[in-house]
Structures are given as structure tokens and as C-alpha cells.
């Protein structure tokens, strides 16, 4: 849905609101949104999803490696499985990054399991300034 829009890599504030429309979104686009617009200072990303058509949480990661400058980033509903944010390569230095708000519209656990501190733990990592790290609502898959 946003791929003709990726040429446009000097795109500083980006809000994209579909509101009730339903549409799937992978961990890839999440990277290729991150790699095509690194100078994004705001990005706001708005539509409902589906179970297991969803980007996984861990994908937040691509903006912390490709954004330096982010300040502010909203999500639509994405997915946790466990030990999916082992083996993550966070980004040097990611104490310096300057993102300051963080709003995902729902994170989605598999089968019941409360993944709500590694949530914490993995934000207050990658986004340290975070105020509150994710204002998520958590449910099972």
C-alpha cells in the first residue's frame, strides 16, 4: 500500500491513516519503510489488522538501525512470539537515539503467553528516551 511512496526518500513527517480498513503488513515492509525514508522524524501508520498477518514486534528494530532522527513512531497492531527478539542486532550507540514517543496499537502474544516485559525490556533497549515504553493493549493470539 506505501511501496510507490518509498521513492520519496527525503519524507521527514509521514502519517498514513486508513482508519477501519483492514490490511496485512510484514516485518519486511517495516524494514523497507525504515531503509527508504531515513530521515523520517515523525511516522504514524494507522489501519487494523488480522492475526498472524501482522509485522513482529522485533521489526521496530529497522528504525533504530535507519532513523536517526525519529522522534515520534505509532503502529498498527503487530505480533510477539517467543524468542523472537533473541539474536537481535541492536544499533551502536542506541542509547543516543532521540525517539521519544512510542505507540503501537496492540501487541499480539501466541497461545496465552504474557511476553509483556520482554515488550518492555526490548523498547527500553532500542528506544531508551522512551517515556512509557509501548502503550500497547496485550492479547492473546
Known amino acids: 500500500m506505501v511501496e510507490p511512496l518509498l521513492a520519496l526518500h527525503e519524507l521527514r513527517d509521514v502519517s498514513l491513516l486508513f482508519g477501519q480498513f483492514t490490511f496485512p503488513y510484514s516485518s519486511s515492509d517495516m524494514r523497507s519503510i525504515a531503509e527508504s525514508w531515513p530521515g523520517l522524524e515523525s511516522f504514524r501508520l494507522e489501519f487494523v489488522t488480522q492475526d498472524e498477518q501482522r509485522a513482529g514486534f522485533e521489526s521496530v528494530v529497522h528504525f533504530a538501525h535507519h532513523c536517526p532522527r525519529l522522534r515520534s513512531l505509532q503502529l498498527p497492531g503487530m505480533e510477539l512470539t517467543r524468542g523472537s527478539l533473541e539474536g537481535i ?11 521519544r514517543e512510542f505507540r503501537v496499537a496492540q501487541v499480539a502474544f501466541p497461545g496465552g503467553l504474557d511476553l509483556s516485559r520482554e515488550v518492555i525490556q526490548f523498547t527500553q533497549r532500542v528506544f531508551p528516551h522512551v517515556g512509557a515504553p509501548v502503550a500497547a493493549v496485550h492479547r492473546s493470539l
Do not use: C, F, V
Open 89 to 99: 542486532a541492536y544499533p551502536e550507540g542506541q542509547h543516543h537515539h532521540p525517539l
